[in-house]
């Protein structure tokens, strides 16, 4: 996929190099409900990339502007946009069947301040005006827990980077995740920015607005421990 390649130039040479992505697409098999609901619904709660991503002429009359990243079913999403009428959400995630579930609980809430989009988040955030953005939320983010595969996992400097770019100071990065190794390997990083500061000095204690996720209960059953990491965007002087 030409959008995914990232090109360089060695001389007149043009040489392509694939980017290794933080997810892989397997054929999803939706149940007919799912499909009807993506079908039906998308095109009135869904956004297109990249001619929709000003999050302020989505929300226009949102006092703030928050993004989810990879939000699986949508179930923590759903109840967070509806506990904070006054900020508008986008939801992003790349695995189809996700869709379904989330629109139709959209669509029967009756939710006006919560948008999805299907697309990797990493093009969406690289889209993002510098400074436009009022907080991020990446919950369970896949921890491709094979050494081989770390390559692929989401949070590295280079997207970090792009966040805290497109984050407003005095804006928010809310992370939580059940792999411990992951977590302190997140943590290292960030506190190597001096964007951002760290409010909780390590770990986030559990804030308490935030819905169980279904990985996080998959993480608890498991008995690993949450993990939360949260990180403000320095106000200019
Ligand atoms: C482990 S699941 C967690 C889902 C949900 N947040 C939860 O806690 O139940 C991670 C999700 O991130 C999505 N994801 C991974 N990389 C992504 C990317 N670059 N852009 C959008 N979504 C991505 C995956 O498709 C997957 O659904």
Redesign the pocket.
């Given at each position: 996929m030409r959008g995914s390649d990232i090109f360089v130039y060695y001389g007149c040479m043009e040489v392509r190099h694939r980017r290794v992505?933080?997810?892989v697409l397997r054929t999803a098999r939706m149940s007919q409900s799912q499909r009807t609901a993506l079908d039906e619904l998308y095109p009135i709660h869904g956004l297109k990339f990249p001619f929709e991503c000003d999050l302020a002429q989505v929300f226009p009359h949102s006092v703030y502007r928050v993004v989810?990243?990879?939000?699986?079913?949508g179930?923590?999403t759903v109840e967070i946009a509806q506990a904070h009428p006054e900020t508008g959400f986008l939801g992003?995630?790349?695995?189809t069947p996700?869709f379904g579930q989330v629109l139709r609980e959209i669509h029967s809430r009756d939710l006006k301040n919560l948008k999805v989009l299907r697309?990797?988040?990493?093009e969406?955030v690289a889209a993002f005006e510098p400074s436009s953005i009022d907080g991020f939320h990446?919950?369970?983010?896949?921890?491709w827990q094979k050494k081989r595969h770390h390559k692929r996992r989401?949070l590295q400097t280079a997207f970090l980077e792009q966040l805290i770019r497109a984050l407003k100071p005095g804006g928010y990065l809310y992370i939580?995740t059940d792999w411990e190794e992951y977590a302190y390997e997140i943590l290292e990083t960030l506190n190597q920015f001096s964007a951002i500061s760290n409010p909780y000095k390590g770990w986030a204690a559990g804030l308490t607005w935030r819905p169980r996720?279904?990985?996080?209960k998959?993480g608890r059953e498991e008995n690993r421990p949450i993990r939360e990491i949260f990180f403000e965007k320095r106000t200019l002087e």
């Open positions: 992505r933080s997810f989810e990243i990879g939000f699986g079913n179930e923590a992003i995630e790349v695995h996700g697309h990797d988040a990493v969406v990446i919950f369970f983010p896949d921890p989401l939580a996720t279904k990985f996080e998959r």
